[in-house]
């Protein structure tokens, strides 16, 4: 076969590239990452997906154990809960809850946290100080617990528990970004670029930014494996997601008098939770294992 | 190392100040529950108050709630620090023994199960556990501190430390019932900082050996005994006494929830509870006391951190 | 008798791309009792790995080969690692060029230096000890030229200045009297003034405990005075070795001889828009090794038979690995 390769040329691949060479050479973040595209397909086709409506009550199927055991019935795959609803379509629809609204919070606390630690990260003296304690004041409150306060004000429910949950995660980004912005902003790169009379604006967004976006992604997996957190630790608590919806959490804390009799509406909402946020998990450990490979060599 | 105690000091005075204002503030922002106007006055007056140790009464039970603060206070200090000394044992030598046999089949098992234990949400690792070992096996003991028959006065709010201050004839069958009551949650509540404490200190003890002092040190030829001894260990646990503040307001958090799904006397199910009645002095209080209690162990930490490792202390002056 | 007597040290590794690349090739070093000899290579040389190579800190996925590798008339080759350890723990001592990194950050210099004495030294009953060890620290810090012991002893290492901390990990590498102290590039990044402090000291130590110094240098003109012999590497490959004043008066090698012209030229000598006088390309990767001789391409006087490496060639001890060296008198 004719070689149409001449010239033999050695081609280093760009950073992106070999972050995705490192990342992808580890099996299990490629299974967490699978999952994750197809938890996003499945929450995206709810709808479609979930067998029955999440509320609707089969009065002649209450607590059946799922398909796969002695008593259980094709209908209902994995079961039907104490008033006769069917698990699955639950499990399903409860997706939207349970990683629909932590993708936007973590997108808007995302979106504002990076543009104020990014503003932060380079002014100097007494704001950046003022602002660098009052972080880490507000860091060193668990989330969980800010978000509780938001709550006590502004009363429990859904969209309540959604804008504390953005507003606990805000911080979090403005500290990192800062941090990260603070330090490639000394390095000997920028201040090149600097001497050379780069603009602010080029300098934040062409020379820093796509030096930090990988520990941006970072922040933004443990963002969200927080946020999912946090929404079902919040439903669990039954101060954020109210009864009837299907947030996992919710479902977690009603089977809590039902464990005795019907395990399973305890085990299964709680292990689609637990998958999803070791998938989350994994994802941003491969990463940080990732970028830490490809610095080193 | 005066200086900077000091410096450290007066700015978690300056914070717990800060706090001050904003559970002041947070009286205004209930619709419900108006004292006074927010005025300086009426802040000073909160204030001092405070200091007093006039917390208010609360809104649903009628009780001092300066009294029953340190009482919750109490329970939830017991709770947290067992839980924290148990993920510190288990998790110090897990992490060394993974990093020396790194890429071991003992390190890979060790390094998947603490991302596994870190992902399990507490609640349901709490569920699973009662299912497991309350429902199933009938080991523990799954609500409350200690079964009620003991009648134990309580005093610190601590109950271990309530059954040996009581002079109950049957002290030491109430000790050991209080012991497994807290079996599980201690449990529950170890998981996270364990999971994520073995990680730290993997990564930091790696790290470590790959140093260039180590390898020196043995090249002189250092037994690898005291090589572990005085060089890895003290300077792998920088890292990890630098995270544990960190690790301890994860823990807090979730000691929130293991407090109310073990029903258990503590700061976390009082706050949650004040939440849902509405009970503003309680939350009020509950809250100050809440993160001044994790802003005080991050401070300890802190300065445990500066003057256990020198170096530490120079760049946070070199900063300023 | 040679001290270390190494012949035909080669060192293989498996590039990231899994070519078979030889990093040391066949490189010889002898080193007598008592003498300073000079290493001197470009990065990329293998210099220190070679130092690396005679303590035996290999990483064990490369493969070493060598025709002799003896220490004392001992083969190390022969030895069991735990052993190697033991002989070069005993008598071997090495430097490094960034010594603040060789120090462990959390323990005083006094504790580390008190560590680093031989317990068989140590003389006295229990409380003895403690003062004994105290006093050999002390007279440690004042062999090496710091007179503050008092202070430096409390310090931490990132309170030292560089050359400071060269000193404390010199007086640490010689507290047990090691037979050979290798110095890797000791003195790179360091003031020129602590750059003679540091000499001096060797040449000192190494005439007053009839130690052996082997130096490191990436540049033929900051080769310590006190050398006796030198050692030129290029890309794993032995160019030239001999006594120092026959290497630097009469090169016959001419890497060699570029390498002395460069470093010896002052740069406002040279004519207006003349070049420099350096050698043609630049240090080949590790992937692209060229066969025979390495210098081949960048060498003024390559012709076809370079393709082949050099048989060595001997003038007294004056030895060198090239098919046309320069004629005797040429410089």
């Known amino acids: 076969m004719l070689n149409t390769n001449l010239y033999y040329q050695e081609r280093n691949p760009s950073p992106t590239q070999q972050l995705w060479r490192h990342f992808s050479a580890n099996l299990a973040a490629m299974i967490a990452l699978s999952f994750l595209a197809l938890g996003l397909l499945v929450m995206l086709f709810s709808p479609w997906l979930a067998p029955y409506d999440a509320n609707q009550q089969f009065a002649q199927a209450l607590s059946i154990p799922p398909s796969w055991t002695e008593p259980g019935d094709m209908r209902f795959i994995l079961g039907t809960d104490d008033i006769g609803r069917d698990l699955l379509s639950r499990i399903i629809t409860g997706m939207r809850y349970s990683l629909g609204y932590p993708l936007v919070i973590v997108l808007v606390a995302a979106i504002v946290g990076i543009t104020i630690g990014a503003f932060a990260g380079i002014t100097r003296g007494l704001r950046a100080s003022a602002l660098n304690h009052l972080l880490d004041v507000l860091l060193s409150i668990p989330s969980l617990l800010l978000a509780l306060v938001v709550i006590a004000i502004l009363g429990p429910g859904l969209e309540n528990a959604v804008i504390a949950t953005t507003l606990v995660l805000i911080p979090q980004f403005v500290h990192s970004v800062r941090n990260s912005f603070h330090d490639e902003w000394n390095k000997d790169y920028v201040i090149a670029s600097r001497l050379n009379g780069c603009p602010t604006w080029y300098l934040m967004l062409r020379v820093i930014m796509p030096n930090i976006t990988p520990m941006i992604v970072m922040q933004i997996t443990s963002a969200l494996s927080i946020a999912i957190l946090d929404i079902a630790a919040l439903g669990f608590l039954g101060l954020g997601v109210q009864a009837p919806a299907p947030e996992w959490g919710t479902m977690l804390a009603r089977s809590l008098d039902q464990v005795y009799l019907s395990p399973w509406s305890m085990i299964l909402p709680g292990m689609a939770l637990f998958v999803l946020v070791l998938c989350v998990n994994v994802v941003g450990d491969s990463l940080r294992t990732a970028i830490k490979e490809r610095t080193e060599n | ?320 | ?331």
């Not at chain 2, 001092?48 to 200090?77: F, K, N, P, R, Y």
């Open chain 2, 1 to 320: 190392m005066i200086r900077y105690t000091l410096r450290r000091f007066l700015l978690f005075l300056f914070t717990l100040w800060l706090l001050t204002i904003v559970t002041f503030s947070l009286g205004f922002l209930f619709p419900e529950f108006k004292h006074s106007d927010p005025t300086v006055g009426s802040y000073l007056a909160y204030l001092s108050a405070i200091l007093h140790g006039d917390w208010g009464v609360s809104m649903s039970t009628g009780q001092d709630v300066t009294e029953q603060l340190w009482i919750h206070l109490g329970a939830t200090i017991e709770l947290s620090f067992l839980a924290m000394l148990l993920s510190l044992v288990v998790a110090i030598p897990l992490g060394i023994l993974a990093a020396m046999n790194q890429r071991s089949m003992f390190d890979r098992w060790v390094v998947s199960a603490a991302m596994t234990g870190y992902s399990i949400p507490v609640f349901w690792l709490a569920q699973l556990l009662i299912l497991l070992f309350a429902v199933h096996y009938d080991w523990f003991a799954i609500t409350g501190q200690i079964t009620p028959l003991y009648d134990i006065p309580t005093r610190t709010g601590a109950v271990l430390v309530d059954v040996m201050l009581s002079d109950s004839a049957n002290a030491s069958l109430a000790f050991w019932d209080a012991v497994n009551h807290m079996v599980l949650p201690v449990i529950v509540l170890a998981m996270m900082p364990l999971t994520m404490l073995i990680r730290i200190m993997r990564d930091a003890t790696l790290d470590v050996l790959d140093k260039n002092y180590i390898k020196a040190a043995r090249a002189r030829g250092l037994s690898e005994l005291k090589l572990m001894r005085r060089h890895a260990l003290p300077n792998a646990m920088q890292p990890l006494i630098r995270q544990l503040g960190l690790q301890f307001s994860v823990l807090m958090t979730n000691a929130l929830l293991t407090e109310v799904i073990f029903n258990r006397l503590g700061i976390g199910s009082w706050l949650v509870k004040s939440i849902y009645e509405r009970d503003y002095p309680v939350l009020q209080s509950g809250l100050l006391v809440f993160a001044s209690f994790i802003l005080l162990i991050n401070l300890l930490v802190e300065l445990y951190h500066a003057w256990r490792y020198p170096q530490v202390r120079q760049e946070l002056y070199a900063e300023y």
């Open chain 3, 1 to 331: 008798m040679y001290l270390l007597d190494i012949r035909n040290l080669s060192i293989e590794m498996t590039s990231p791309k899994g070519k078979r690349v030889k990093i040391l090739d066949k490189v010889n070093l002898r080193v007598h009792a008592g003498e300073i000899h000079s290493v001197v290579g470009e990065s990329g040389s293998g210099k220190s790995l070679l130092a690396k190579a005679i303590l035996g800190f290999i990483n064990p996925r490369w493969t070493v080969t060598a025709d002799r590798l003896w220490w004392n008339g001992k083969d190390l080759l022969s030895l069991t690692p735990k052993q190697r350890r033991q002989v070069s723990g005993r008598d071997m001592a090495m430097i490094f060029q960034n010594p603040n990194s060789y120090l462990d950050p959390n323990s005083t210099v006094g504790e580390q230096l008190a560590e680093a004495i031989p317990a068989g030294d140590v003389r006295g009953t229990f409380l003895r000890r403690r003062v004994d060890r105290r006093t050999r620290v002390k007279r440690l810090l004042h062999r090496v030229g710091v007179r503050d012991h008092e202070g430096i002893m409390e310090s931490y290492p990132f309170e030292l200045s560089e050359g400071i901390a060269q000193k404390v990990s010199i007086a640490m590498a010689v507290a047990h009297r090691p037979k050979l102290l290798i110095a890797d590039e000791p003195t790179t990044a360091m003031e020129s003034s602590t750059r003679g402090q540091i000499y001096k000291l060797l040449a000192r130590l190494s005439y007053l405990q009839d130690m052996s110094v082997l130096l490191i240098t990436q540049d033929i003109g900051s080769i310590i005075p006190e050398s006796q012999h030198v050692t030129m590497l290029y890309c794993g490959q032995l160019m030239e070795s001999g006594p120092k004043d026959a290497i630097l008066n009469n090169p016959r090698h001419p890497y060699t001889d570029s390498m002395i012209r460069m470093s010896m030229q002052r740069l406002d000598d040279l004519p207006h828009k003349s070049r420099l006088p350096t050698l043609p390309g630049s240090i080949p990767t590790l992937e692209h090794m060229p066969i025979g001789c390495r210098l081949g391409p960048r060498c003024p006087k390559a012709r076809k038979e370079c393709v082949q490496v050099p048989r060595v060639s001997k003038h007294e001890q004056h030895s060198f690995h090239c098919h046309f060296p320069l004629a005797e008198d040429d410089s």
